[in-house]
């Protein structure tokens, strides 16, 4: 597809466990964005990548949440020891990074995380 | 995290009736953002507003942005059902050139009766 697309759609976790959460950016988008939104909120910034750098992790709420971008494309959100508190749909959003004034930024369906 | 003021919370509306939603925030953006999303899926871009006091339509949606840059609003004419969904303003501190992250809103939840 054209869009943005994350896998898995959900997951659901017991409180203690690892996951990994991936996002396929639009082809040829050289920035990607992370967001976490709880329910009844608006989403939060995690964190960006421009290519393969990571450029801002100010976002990150602990030292448990990791994300990674290897090759500029494809980028992946790690969650350690997932806790309660991180149930909530996270949200992978890519942008072109037009110089000019036309940097959408285009997202996913996110991946609806639930933390027994 | 920060996050903008934005109200109303929820509308309940009749159809073919006028939308008005605005945002607040304590601090300066360069970008003011309005974005639509629906059950399950991510939010999608309806306006984007890169200067102050602009005043920018798509369609029946109208956006401002506030002549201070820490305020804006959304108008939607004459709603139909579709409109239904929730709607988020959305803060960037850059002036679209370069790529930083977005401070939303808590959202604008539209409810149409017909």
């Known amino acids: 597809g054209a869009g943005v697309s994350q896998s898995p759609r959900y997951k659901v976790a017991k409180r203690g466990q690892d996951v990994a959460l991936r996002c396929d950016p639009i082809?040829?988008?050289?920035?990607l964005f992370w967001y976490q939104q709880a329910l009844g909120q608006g989403p939060e910034f995690l964190t960006y990548?421009?290519?393969?750098?990571?450029?801002?992790k100010s976002g990150l709420p602990s030292d448990r949440f990791f994300a990674e971008r290897p090759e500029g494309s494809v980028s992946t959100l790690k969650i350690q020891r997932t806790q309660q508190e991180d149930s909530a749909v996270y949200l992978c959003?890519?942008?072109?990074?037009?110089?000019?004034?036309?940097?959408?930024?285009?997202f996913g369906p996110g991946t609806r995380l639930t933390v027994l | 995290g920060q996050q903008l003021n934005q109200s109303p919370q929820s509308m309940f509306i009749q159809e073919g009736e006028d939308v008005s939603m605005n945002c607040t925030s304590s601090s300066i953006f360069n970008t003011w953002l309005w974005y639509k999303q629906d059950p399950g899926e991510g939010p999608v871009l309806l306006i984007a507003?890169?200067?102050?006091?602009e005043l920018t339509s798509n369609g029946r949606l109208t956006a401002q942005f506030g002549i201070t840059r820490k305020d804006s609003f959304l108008n939607i004419s004459a709603s139909i059902p579709s409109d239904v969904g929730i709607y988020f303003c959305a803060g960037q501190l850059g002036s679209g050139g370069g790529a930083d992250g977005l401070t939303f809103g808590k959202g604008t939840h539209l409810i149409i009766q017909p």
């Open positions: 990548f421009q290519n393969e750098a990571q450029l801002d």
């Open positions: 507003l890169y200067k102050a006091g």
């Open positions: 959003a890519s942008s072109f990074r037009d110089p000019g004034r036309t940097d959408t930024q285009y």
């Open positions: 082809s040829g988008h050289v920035s």
